[in-house]
Structures are given as structure tokens and as C-alpha cells.
């Protein structure tokens, strides 16, 4: 199938960081993305991997890519309030992106 | 990163009217840009690929003759919601791709259809 899975909730304290996990299907997938979403707002690319890739880091963002598990983790050190969102993985289909169901992520002070 | 802009962002109308979103690259040119509709609490969901100068390609089960896609320019793609009934209400997205490894989203257009 296409299924992309995350798990759908994950709950942090402010300071903590947040890991939050993905798998996707298509081992031929050659960027997988993280988005962010805000309520009622667009997606935001937060980062991107090239499937050669088994790490790539940005600021407080790591991604890890493990392509033989087909298993992408976001994690968010030093996590604040601000960013407590939906963020979704996806991967690429083609020149289009599947999107799996989005893990809420809240933040606690 | 680049700029995707969606207009309206909200929009209500009245069920058996016709709506029409635009989606517009603000700062690089797209041959290709892409709709998506997300229900409430889901994920997104991929319903046509608009191509500049040619004709959209639309996913399985979305109804081509209900959602007419224009590519019109390199920066501009609408969607227009024919005949719009309660169930298409929901919060349509597009995208466009400025290179072959970024795809950035615009802020969204929420359809209720009363």
C-alpha cells in the first residue's frame, strides 16, 4: 500500500526533546520531508533528507533515516511551546508527496 | 524559503455555486503545482497535478469534471469548486515546487458549503 504511519500524539515538557516517528513505503522515495502545520494554517517544510542520507541536522531539528527499516525520525531538541503543531512526514510519489496522518504534538510549560 | 499564496483563505457559500481558489507562486516560477484537499484532524490527500499549459492530472476518485484545475501562467493555478454541495467543504491546499527537492505549501483556503 502507500500508507505513510506516525503515531498520532505525543506529549513533552518544555526543555525536553521530542522525537517523533515515521515509516513510509516507497524504498524508492528520494526525499522524504517533514512538515509542520499550525491549526488552521498551511504546511510548513520544516527539513528534508536525501535518501542517501542517514542524518541531517538543522539547528535544533535531527533527522534520522534508516532507508532498510524505511523508518524516518524528527527530533526537536530543547523543545518549546511554540512548537506544539501537527508535523507530518511525507514522501515523495513521483514529483507529488504522500503525506502520512500527522502526529499532534503538544508542549507543556 | 520560497512564497506560496492561496486566495481566498476562507470562503462560504451557498450549496449548487461554483468557487474558485487561486494559488500563486509569489517569487519563482512553477510548471507544476499541486492540489490538495485535508479533512478535518486527517492528512493531506493529493487530488490533481496542474501543469502549465496542458491539462491537470487528477487522482483516483477525484471528479475532474467537479474540480476544474487552469494552469493558466507559470506563477498561477486555480481550482474551482463546481457545483460545491456540504461534503466538499473542507481545507484545500496547494503547492508548487520552486526546485526538484522542495515542494512549499500556501497557507490554505477553508470551503464551507452551506
Known amino acids: 500500500g502507500e500508507d505513510v504511519e506516525q503515531s498520532l500524539f505525543l506529549s513533552v515538557r518544555e526543555g525536553d526533546s521530542s522525537v517523533i516517528n515515521c515509516t513510509y513505503t516507497?524504498?524508492?522515495?528520494?526525499?522524504l520531508y517533514w512538515y509542520k502545520q499550525e491549526p488552521g494554517a498551511g504546511l510548513q517544510l520544516l527539513t528534508y533528507?536525501?535518501?542517501?542520507?542517514d542524518m541531517k541536522q538543522d539547528q535544533r531539528l535531527t533527522v534520522l533515516l534508516n532507508k532498510k527499516d524505511k523508518h524516518l525520525s524528527l527530533r526537536i531538541a530543547d523543545t518549546q511551546t511554540g512548537d506544539s503543531a501537527i508535523y507530518f512526514c511525507?514522501?515523495?510519489?513521483?514529483?507529488?508527496?504522500?503525506f502520512g496522518k500527522g502526529t499532534t504534538l503538544s508542549v507543556s510549560s | 524559503g520560497a512564497v506560496v499564496s492561496q486566495h481566498p483563505s476562507w470562503v462560504i457559500c451557498k450549496s449548487g455555486t461554483s468557487v474558485k481558489i487561486e494559488c500563486r507562486s509569489l517569487?519563482?516560477?512553477?510548471?507544476?503545482m499541486f492540489w490538495y484537499r485535508q479533512f478535518p484532524k486527517q492528512s493531506l490527500m493529493l487530488m490533481a497535478t496542474?501543469?502549465?499549459?496542458?491539462?491537470?492530472?487528477?487522482e483516483q476518485g477525484v471528479e475532474k469534471d467537479k474540480f476544474l484545475i487552469n494552469h493558466a501562467s507559470l506563477t498561477l493555478s486555480t481550482l474551482t469548486v463546481t457545483s460545491a454541495h456540504p461534503e466538499d467543504s473542507s481545507f484545500y491546499i496547494c503547492?508548487?515546487?520552486?526546485?526538484?527537492?522542495?515542494?512549499?505549501f500556501g497557507p490554505g483556503t477553508r470551503l464551507t458549503v452551506l
Open positions: 511525507a514522501e515523495t510519489l513521483g514529483t507529488a508527496l504522500i
Open positions: 517569487d519563482f516560477q512553477a510548471t507544476t
Open positions: 496542474s501543469n502549465e499549459g496542458s491539462k491537470a492530472t487528477y
Open positions: 533528507i536525501f535518501s542517501n542520507m
Open positions: 516507497d524504498s524508492s522515495s528520494t526525499y
Open positions: 503547492s508548487a515546487r520552486p526546485s526538484r527537492n522542495e515542494q512549499f
